[in-house]
């Protein structure tokens, strides 16, 4: 299947690790200019765009920067003029080291507004950046990658949670504000569980709960939930917005 991206300038946010680097890699499989973006792995964010084959550009994006966005929009536009698919991947986890047996009502102000902030208006305030791009040539998708947590809950998601689900409300009201003005989709990936190259103690220590849940009896690997993502992202995907899809081997 043909589908459509190659010249296409295509944002990742969050592409040096996880889901997001498979992501990445999709989509310049397919011919797209992929942007990575990263916050504080420069590096592997670097050693990605050596691996992937095609045109890229690596640049900084910190969803709890209010200028963050609006200077990234810029140097992708002078880099490639154009900005067609948004993916919003990058993620705020909050505390480095999670405390399970604290209630969510203890957790610190600090803490939990930052989750829910940065999470939240990192990826509104980016899809509000990237929308004019998108409307001048009456073409554009958007994705962004939530959580099952957002729907199926989980002990000390409280605040991920809810932010990951406030994605779901801004996406399906974007799918009609934008519809009208051209073939601009938005919709949101619900990842489960994933292995990735990042978390191989953990899928090792925890995969087993969750694979003996799915119906296919295992877990999904990042490079099988992106490829969710980058069909979504393109020409290929020609009526699917509005939409929160799971894409979790069943779970």
Do not use: C
């Not at 140097?75 to 067609?84: A, F, K, N, P, Q």
């Amino acid at each position: 299947m043909d589908l459509g991206l190659t010249g296409r300038t295509v944002i990742v946010t969050g592409a040096s690790g996880g889901i997001g680097r498979e992501i990445a890699r999709g989509f310049a499989a397919e011919g797209a200019d992929v942007v990575l973006t990263y916050h504080q792995a420069h590096a592997g964010a670097e050693l990605l765009a050596k691996e992937i084959d095609g045109r890229s550009l690596v640049a900084p994006y910190a969803l709890d920067d209010e200028g963050s966005a609006r200077g990234l929009v810029e140097t992708v536009l002078e880099w490639s003029g154009r900005i067609d698919v948004l993916v919003n991947n990058a993620v705020h986890w909050g505390a480095a080291e999670p405390e399970p047996n604290l209630p969510f009502e203890a957790v610190p102000d600090e803490r939990w507004q930052k989750v829910v902030r940065a999470n939240v208006e990192g990826a509104l305030r980016l899809s509000r950046a990237v929308v004019p791009s998108m409307r001048e040539r009456r073409w554009g998708r958007m994705v962004h990658v939530s959580s099952s947590v957002a729907v199926d809950g989980m002990p000390g998601g409280e605040y991920y949670g809810a932010a990951k689900a406030a994605l779901h409300g801004f996406s399906r009201s974007v799918a009609f504000g934008l519809g009208k003005d051209g073939d601009i989709l938005s919709n949101v990936v619900m990842p489960g569980f994933t292995r990735t190259e990042t978390n191989v103690a953990m899928a090792e220590q925890w995969g087993g709960h969750y694979s003996a849940r799915a119906p296919i009896g295992r877990l999904l690997d990042a490079a099988e939930v992106a490829n969710a993502v980058v069909y979504l992202g393109s020409t290929a995907n020609t009526g699917i917005t509005g939409q929160a899809i799971k894409v979790t081997g069943g779970v």
